[in-house]
């Protein structure tokens, strides 16, 4: 996995890499979540130092409609990445749990 995101750091453009922090850094989702209607599901890492689950609990919080919830031990920011069949199983799921 650390090799993996070494060789991705080392072929990106420094000016690119700096940009898109720079945009990250600078988004701001607060006005657009009154506005989600849409069914949510939100999977986190246990370990996420970025996103802890503190941080994303807060965030459902302010959602207007319920949102399902899963945090994967082990994993940190990337689960996807860091337990793919477990985050693959749990977004299955969620997604057969979706009306129509």
């Known amino acids: 996995m650390v090799g993996l995101f070494e060789r991705l750091f080392e072929e990106q453009e420094p000016s690119t890499y700096l940009k898109s922090i720079e945009i990250l850094l600078g988004a701001d989702i607060t006005a657009a979540v009154p506005t989600i209607k849409v069914p949510c ?15 994303l609990k807060a965030f459902i919080a302010q959602l207007p409609r319920p949102c399902q919830h899963e ?4 994993s940190a920011h990337m689960p996807f990445l ?3 069949e477990a985050f693959a199983g749990i977004v299955e ?8």
């Open 93 to 100: 799921t969620f997604l057969d749990s979706l009306p129509g």
């Open 82 to 84: 860091e337990a793919p």
């Open 71 to 74: 945090t994967l031990a082990g």
């Open 41 to 55: 599901f939100v999977v986190g890492g246990a370990e996420d130092s970025y996103a802890p689950p503190e941080a």
